[in-house]
Every structure is written in C-alpha cells, then in structure tokens.
T-cell receptor, first 115, second 115 residues
C-alpha cells in the first residue's frame, strides 16, 4: 500500500495570505489527524477528521481549519498567515476499525515558510 | 489539561550501550502510548506502541514499559547502533472516546549514538 502523501512539500507565503495543504491517507484509513511541528513547541495536535466530520480540535485559533472528503482525503487551511505559522505541517492517518487499529502513520509533511 | 513530559531532552551513548527515555502523562484516561522515531528531514515513524492492558512489549532491540499507577512509560533501546541516532517522541491518547485520533506528544529526545 502507498503511504500517506502530502502536497505541496514546500510552500513560501507572505503574511496575510492564506494557504491550503492537502493530505491523502493510506488506502482504507478513515481518520486523518493534523499536527504542527516547530522547534520550540514540538508536535502539537491541530484537529482530527473521521468520516468527513471533525471529531477533535486542538488549541489553535480559528484561522486554522480543515475538512475531509468522502474519499478520506483531507485539507487544512490557514488564513491570514502570521510569521509564527512557519512550521512543518504533518498529517497522519489511521484505520480505527471498531475499538482497534489506532496506529497513526505520518506523511512527509509540508514545510510552510511565512515571510 | 492533557500533558506528556519527556526526559531527557538529549541523550548521548556509546555504540553498544543501552538508552532509556522516560515519559509521564497527566490524563488518567490515556490508554494508548506510541513511540515515534524521527530522523533529520524525515517523517515521524512509529517504532513501537503499548496499550494500557499490557505492562511491557518488546520488538527485537526495543522495548516499552508502562506503569499505569505512576503514569509513566519508558522506551528502552539495547545494543544501540549509529543508525539509532534520531529524535524520539513519546505520545499518549485515550482511545474509544472523544479523544480518539488526538495524540499528545512529549517534547522529544535527541539520541546520539557515538561509534
């Protein structure tokens, strides 16, 4: 099976702009979680989608949003970009079949630089 | 709120020695504890995980132990090799609840194995 893929891999944006990142989970996986990774804050949970519904949201401002499509692909959007949004954005997918299969597998990430 | 503390932040060992990384979690409902290895410029890779109904799990040179009473879990790497050099992250979550898909990560441990 192909692994989790993310596009684009690198992105440079200017303050005030918005950006959309895409994540394609492993085939058959229904849950997609998004994380922000920075040197100072480490890996922080943004939100999780399951069957097109947001089930969990981390402590990020409303400028961060996401959605999931019927094929489980997910997008996240950041509006009104700030310098502090520069980070590696990682998505992870998991099967979550009943009460098992919680393992999360990460994509390669999108490196966002805000200037 | 939910929190995972990880120690040490850096660890340097000689090739062949053992390495131990420790994590403490705050949410008593946590029942799934994965460990990830992240090499420079790469995605986090799931290396081992443990569930709360198990006290110890081994996979070749790596093992994880869990003490639910103390809310501690640890990663043990024996016979370390230079290719074990990476950043290791512990994480915790409570599955089967509204928190499914939300991993809370420790701050990471940079392991250096000297040849």
């Amino acid at each position: 099976k192909a692994g989790v893929t993310q596009t684009p891999r690198y992105l440079i944006k200017t303050r005030g702009q918005q950006v959309t990142l895409s994540c394609s989970p492993i085939s058959g996986h229904r849950s997609v979680s998004w994380y922000q990774q920075t040197p100072g804050q480490g890996l922080q949970f943004l939100f999780e989608y399951f069957s097109e519904t947001q089930r969990n949201k981390g402590n990020f401002p409303g400028r961060f949003s996401g959605r999931q499509f019927s094929n489980s692909r997910s997008e996240m959007n950041v509006s009104t970009l700030e310098l502090g949004d520069s980070a590696l954005y990682l998505c992870a997918s998991s099967l979550i079949l009943g009460s098992t299969d919680y393992e999360q597998y990460f994509g390669p990430g999108t490196r966002l630089t805000v200037t | 709120g939910e929190n995972v503390e990880q120690h040490p932040s850096t660890l340097s060992v000689q090739e062949g020695d053992s390495a131990v990384i420790k994590c403490t979690y705050s949410d008593s409902a946590s029942n799934y504890f994965p460990w990830y290895k992240q090499e420079l410029g790469k995605r986090p890779q799931l290396i081992i995980d443990i569930r709360s109904n198990v006290g110890e799990k081994k996979d070749q040179r790596i093992a994880v132990t869990l003490n639910k009473t103390a809310k501690h879990f640890s990663l043990h790497i024996t016979e370390t090799q230079p290719e074990d050099s990476a950043v290791y992250f512990c994480a915790a979550t409570s599955t089967g609840s509204s928190n499914t898909g939300k991993l809370i990560f420790g701050q990471g441990t940079t392991l250096q194995v000297k040849p």
